[in-house]
């Protein structure tokens, strides 16, 4: 019988395997039954291989692809995050920018997520990121697609391989083409590799370094060398052996449950700068003293990360700030609905009746930015300042930062959902004449929301004036050139748009919920009621958080008798709800049912 093409390559490649047959050693073809059986690390299979369940559920998480379900904000359906269609108004978005500063953060190994599984997709997850705090990692060159083992060659292990997949159409990974399917095609592209990095002395010498140069907005010529991009913006990670005190093998067999350090080696430098973002985290948070957070205090409960925010669902996280569009986990994060705090958690009845609408953040974080690390609270794309520490010591331009220090918190009701801007859609000024880009849902009729601290960020970007839309600028031109213009004009060009815009001031709150203090620092009441000791007052109960008269002090008292001079808030409370039990209503534009009070007649 004459043989087929098909066969003939079948037999070559698993004749070239019987030759190797010593290969079989290497970790990620074998099961690995004790991680002190790690004997050499091949990047993310190695842990894959062993744990393929845990990849898959870190797959389709907000924190592999950047983008998640938005149940909770009001203005997007279906699926949003900073890797498609967020906007925010530190970086703006990744949208035509470079990926390797964003992807540095990323527990991908630098190939952008796809909505399918597959088994690359799969091997792209840097477990490391998150379970090992000794691990670092850098750019490096590509690995050519027909080194399915990555050892840098292409040779008979990886065509074995390639025809268990020509056997098997299920093995997605020696699915060169991405048709579904192993075909003589693959084997066209897999032959070119296997010309290029057979030869120990050379072994994939692919060019992993571009430069890159730019003329600034003051007419100066510079030039960047940094990592190589495809035109989806992938790229390559690997160990960064020579910042770490340990063996990258030795690192893969400590692996460990995330630590602070873990979390915060991304969450801390949110924004491009320690504290920068969120303003309640930063690096003081890994080792910080009880006085100023009672969970992660070292010499306190030294809580991480995952005690609060794990949910019941393998690799995904409870809890989702104001501005943040995806919910990784569909389970409420509060400080009482666990199995920490009880539903009343004060020895005083009065502080407990707080709880049912105020938060226990708004009390027990009485600033944030603490512990000498500021954050930052406004910058200014049109004026560029030359920062020397970005792209490794290259240089670049940043935005004109200010940053603060000890700030007091901004208080507004939230009731768990939020608008948060998407690119594409309308944007909406304010009441201060900002374009909002991220705010709270809730009053003080909403039966759910409570009063929250926040921090509040304000910048300026482009509108496009034809449409109102926000313009997606090119980050990575404006750090190469410091020219927003230019960056504006390449973000239009980018998603088909043209014409003038403006320039305007962009607003978002933040949430504020790490760094909670002991109950000795906790907010006093007359730091909230002004009718008592204790203050200065900080928030405006009545102007801003609705709890004003419904009416004139003439026309509320006539309800029942005629006006009398107020005692003083403390008394007139007392006699009216404590003693005679009237509901808020009767004064208020707002009730309290749940405390089961007289309702006007």
């Known amino acids: 019988m004459k043989p087929t ?48 369940t845990q990849a898959r559920a870190m797959f389709g998480s907000v924190h592999h692809q950047w983008s998640g379900p938005t149940p909770a904000v009001s203005n997007i359906e279906g699926n949003a995050g900073k890797a498609d269609i967020g906007f925010n108004t530190y970086c703006g978005s990744p949208l035509g920018s ?19 599984v597959s088994a690359g997709q799969l091997n792209n997850i840097d477990c490391m990121m998150c379970h090992s705090d000794a691990y670092q990692r850098k750019a490096v060159a590509p690995f050519p697609t027909g080194d399915f083992n990555l050892d840098r060659y292409v040779d008979f292990i990886d065509a074995s391989r390639l025809a268990g997949g020509w056997l098997d159409s299920g093995l997605a990974e020696p699915d060169l083409t991405g048709n579904g399917e192993v075909t003589l095609a693959d084997y066209s592209i897999f032959a070119g590799h296997w010309a290029d990095c057979t030869s120990p002395d050379a072994p994939c010498n692919f060019q992993w370094t571009e430069s890159l140069s730019y003329t600034d907005y003051l007419g100066v010529h510079r030039s960047w060398t940094l990592p190589k991009e495809d ?30 350090a873990s979390c915060l080696r991304c969450h801390a430098t949110a924004g491009g700068g320690d504290g920068t973002k969120r303003g309640d985290l930063s690096s003081a948070n890994v080792n ?21 925010h794990a949910s019941s669902q393998s690799h995904r996280e409870k809890g989702r700030g104001v501005d943040l569009r995806p919910s990784d986990s569909a389970e409420p994060m509060t400080c009482t609905g666990g199995h920490c705090h009880p539903s009343d958690p004060h020895d005083s009845s009065r502080l407990n009746l707080h709880t049912d609408h105020v938060a226990c953040q708004t009390c027990h974080i009485p600033a944030y930015a603490k512990d000498g690390v500021s954050t930052e609270v406004a910058r200014d794309w049109s004026r ?66 409570k009063i929250y601290p926040m921090k ?22 404006f750090f190469f050139t410091g020219d927003f213009s230019r960056a504006v004009e390449e973000g239009m060009a980018n998603i088909g748009l043209s014409g003038s815009w403006t320039l305007v001031d962009i607003h978002t709150f933040q949430s504020i919920n790490h760094g909670v203090e002991a109950k000795e620092n906790a907010l006093a009441c007359g730091q909230c009621h002004s009718s008592l000791s204790g203050g200065p007052v900080r928030m405006g109960l009545k102007g801003d958080l609705g709890y004003a008269m419904k009416a004139p002090l003439s026309t509320v008292c006539a309800q029942c008798h005629g006006y009398k001079n107020p005692k003083g808030f403390s008394w007139d409370h007392d006699k009216h709800v404590t003693s005679k039990r009237y509901d808020c209503s009767w004064c208020h534009s707002f009730s309290r049912p749940q405390r089961g009070l007289k309702q006007p007649l």
């Not at 099961?31 to 062993?50: D, L």
């Not at 470079?98 to 399918?116: D, F, I, L, Y």
């Not at 603060?404 to 918190?409: G, K, S």
């Open 5 to 52: 093409a098909k066969s003939t390559v079948l037999l070559w490649a698993v004749l070239g395997a019987a030759v190797c047959i010593g290969w079989t050693r290497g970790v990620a073809w074998g099961a690995i039954a004790e991680h002190a059986a790690i004997t050499e690390y091949k990047g993310p299979q190695t842990c894959v291989a062993c744990h393929p």
């Open 98 to 116: 470079r990926h390797t500063a964003c992807w540095s953060c990323h527990v991908g190994n630098g190939k952008v997520p796809q909505s399918e």
């Open 231 to 260: 035109a989806q913006g992938n790229l390559q990670f690997g160990p960064d052996t020579g910042k770490m005190t340990v063996s990258i093998v030795e690192a893969a067999r400590n692996v460990h449950l995330p630590t602070r």
């Open 288 to 308: 910080m003293p009880r006085a100023k957070d009672v969970h992660m205090g070292s010499d306190g409960a030294d809580l991480a990360c995952h005690h609060c």
């Open 384 to 449: 560029p300042f030359w920062a020397q520490g970005l792209f490794g010591g290259q240089g670049g331009y940043k935005p004109d930062e200010i940053r603060a220090d000890n700030l007091t918190p901004t208080y507004a009701w939230y009731d768990g959902t939020s608008y948060v801007y998407v690119l594409g859609q309308v944007a909406v000024r304010n009441a201060a004449g900002q374009y909002e880009l991220a705010a709270p849902h809730g009053d003080v009729r909403s039966a759910d929301a």
């Open 456 to 477: 509040e960020h304000v910048s300026n970007s482009a509108l496009h004036d034809a449409t109102g839309r926000m313009i997606p600028h090119v980050t990575s031109t």
